[in-house]
């Protein structure tokens, strides 16, 4: 019972990123989850990759990155991850399992995995032309006789340091994911709510005149009657106009907002499939057992070099959401229709 919750103490002190014992000065994030602090300066960086290179005579500002167990996004100011609190309860739980302790981490008793050839034997070393883990008995006399071998832990502690590193690349490619999600959701609505119908045009009108007589009233309604008409079409040009130009504003709007919205359907698979491959490959850094584990190692790395090399390239260039060059100018126009008058006769 006791080595039990020893071993469950130590799940809790082990960082999301290099998945070793949490090392001093642990820091505490916003979210209370915690990071050795060089993980979190390292997760910083890769999110924000230009803050170191500022010129060091300007106060550099702060930057962002998500948290890697659960997403949540840390702000940080000009002090980067050395603004974050320490954890100091952390910090002394690890001094006391250290002193508690003295095995080594991940430690466990060891459920031998035996060869499949030679029952009895050991998987004990590791077969580097077929990379695969044997034993001992396949090397002299067995499928592995003419092939190079190496000692198991020393492959196994290799293997775990380059899954180590493919974890924390995957996890500071996926924040970058994330906040280019975020950038095209931004022009998405800018997109939607940068543009907007124009309001009614002023309806002209003019003053009534009293007919002195019959005659006079009834060319003073006919001459109305044609002005009328004739600004009435004018409107009619007005308004099939602006609906054709609107119509031009909405089709391009809804291109736009079809491709952007794909990226990010596109972005967010990604995200996805590469957040379920960090879990998978988290999981497999707890195999204690060095043989069970160097027999999925290989292919669960590939996935991760295959993941990182995955083109994500395709981003709205800059400005992409402007709309600006719909703009029109009827200065003109209406400066004309201001001279409209009346034709005198010969």
Not at 6 to 33: A, D, G, N, R, Y
Not at 122 to 137: D, G, K, Q
Request: with cysteine; hydrophobic share 35%.
């Amino acid at each position: 019972a006791e080595a039990r919750s020893m071993e469950s103490l130590e799940k809790q002190l082990i960082c999301p990123i290099c998945l070793e014992m949490f090392s001093k000065p642990v820091v505490i994030l916003p979210c209370q989850h915690n990071l050795c602090r060089k993980c979190a300066n390292d997760v910083f960086q890769a999110s924000n990759p230009l803050w170191q290179s500022r010129g060091s005579s300007a106060v550099p500002s702060g930057g962002r990155f998500r948290c890697p167990s659960c997403r949540h996004e840390v702000v940080l100011d000009r002090h980067g991850v050395y603004g974050l609190q320490r954890n100091l309860l952390v910090e002394n739980i690890i001094d006391i399992y250290k002193q508690e302790s003295a095995r080594p981490l991940h430690a466990k008793a060891e459920q031998h995995l035996m060869c499949e050839e030679h029952e009895d034997e050991r998987i004990n070393i590791y077969c580097l032309r077929c990379e695969a883990p044997t034993c001992s008995l396949c090397k002299v006399f067995g499928a592995h006789k003419d092939c190079e071998v190496a000692p198991l832990p020393a492959v196994y502690q290799r293997q775990k340091s380059e899954l180590s590193d493919g974890i924390a690349m995957l996890v500071a490619g996926n924040d970058r994911i994330q906040a280019i999600i975020t950038q095209m959701e931004e022009i998405c609505h800018t997109i939607e709510v940068g543009t907007g119908e124009s309001g009614p045009g002023a309806v002209l009108g003019g003053d009534v005149v009293q007919p002195l007589t019959p005659v006079l009233q009834e060319n003073g309604r006919r001459q109305k009657q044609h002005v009328g008409l004739r600004f009435d079409a004018l409107y009619g040009i007005l308004e099939e106009r602006k609906k054709e130009l609107l119509q031009s504003i909405a089709a391009e709007q809804e291109a736009k907002l079809q491709r952007v919205r794909g990226l990010i359907r596109q972005y967010g698979d990604h995200l996805e499939a590469s957040s379920k491959l960090v879990e998978s490959a988290i999981q497999a850094m707890e195999e204690p057992q060095m043989a069970l584990y160097l027999q999925h190692s290989k292919e669960l790395l590939k996935k991760i070099t295959d993941m990182s090399k995955a083109s994500m390239s395709s981003r709205p260039e800059p400005g992409y959401e402007n709309m600006d060059h719909f703009s029109i100018n009827v200065d003109y126009v209406a400066e004309m229709l201001r001279t409209i008058e009346f034709q005198t006769g010969a």
